[in-house]
């Protein structure tokens, strides 16, 4: 009778309701990416494609829970009374079919939909605001890692002591959202991955980037590409320009382009003009940042400053994404190549998912999304999805998802302060020994 009784719970109970994961995350996007890649399932799993899409999702949202608690907690799988859990071999399988192309069309789908959210709120003189930057990710020690990833070389020989991804994303500064992003192996330079990114940055926007992409090919690729697209860059050392006018101190210059430059692109022109204007930062030092946004009068060199001073906002993010997402995890959880593209586009969709919210957020009370705590957000949220796993209707999702809000509004930081001293590198302390690895030169 007992055994009965619990057959018919079961056989009672909905089918899990994966919109709860996220208001914004519709399953028709989950569906079409999942078909779109064509990896739908075939036949009824306990774990279908669309399932384990959300599945890697969550991963990134609870690092610190394995792979088998995530799916029992949020309860992920569709009910079967023979098996009411699944086992860790059956979820790797599952991931493994599924592979990284449909995380990768979800994010892509969902990025773009979600950074012209909201778009019009966060204008600076009917421009976006956008950064471009590079990072790094460690992955597992494996052999297969080490082939595919590679490694950081040092001068002395010495070989970094796990692999590492290496990436370029565009994400948006004042909302932190990543409109897209570029990743793979760590011997291919940044410089390549940020070609590949010029075609998604949006028209009527501007773009913060690092010195480090200083080139003519990706400059004049992003203002030739499409329509009112603009930059800001500091101009390294050893950069030589001829002025055509303006002041000294907010000057229109000319630089050439290099010959190896145009053999490599033949569309480059030999020369390229820019506006340089001379800023001298709170120790006193002085900076040349180079933009095209030419209008004196509408952009003045104070405006452009302090849009420049704005970039450190993408490195934030990279923080988010580091440490507090990944809970200070030294490495990647995938044990596979595939396994970690996989991962990386479920992170940043995941990561996307709270910054959204905490956007949403900010906009009801009037602040900045900076101003919210993404820690203590990041917190709320994990807690309000596990309190929505266990409330089948989606009646109640809305009234879940005003709470949340509700509660991101009372974590406002007290105080944002700016950088005020030269950022260190310090060694940190070592208590065993360290391991050395060789780079094999045979």
Known sequence: MFDDALHFLVQAQEDPDWARLGQHLPYEWVEQAVAYTGKASIRQRRLPAEQVVW??????????????????????????????????????????????????????????????????????????????????????????HREHFGEQVYPSGRISSYPQVRGVTLTAVPTHLIRDAKFGPYGINEMLYAKELLASIPDDSLTALDKGFLSAEILCGLTNGGSNRHFIIPAKANTKWEVIGGTPDDAVIEMRVSPQARKKCPDLPETWRVRAITIIDQSARKHVLLTSLFDVKRYTAKDIAACYTQRWQIETSYRELKQTMMGMALTLRSRTVEGVYQEIWGTLTAYNLIRLEIAKAALEVKCEPTEISFIRAFHVIQYELHWAAVTRAYGKLPALMQRLRQRLVMLLNEERPGRKIDRAVKALPQRYTVRVLKRDLN
Do not use: M, N
């Open 55 to 144: 599945l890697v999702v969550a991963l990134a949202l609870y690092r610190h829970q394995s792979i088998s608690e995530v799916v029992d907690d949020l309860d992920l799988a569709l009910p079967d009374a023979q098996a009411p859990f699944v086992s860790k071999s059956a979820v790797a399988q599952a991931r493994q079919r599924l592979g990284a192309e449909p995380l990768r069309a979800l994010f892509e789908i969902s990025a773009k939909a979600w950074s012209e959210q909201d778009r019009k709120q966060y204008l600076f003189k009917g421009l976006s605001l956008f950064a471009l930057d590079g990072t790094t990710l460690k992955t597992g020690d494996t052999p297969e």
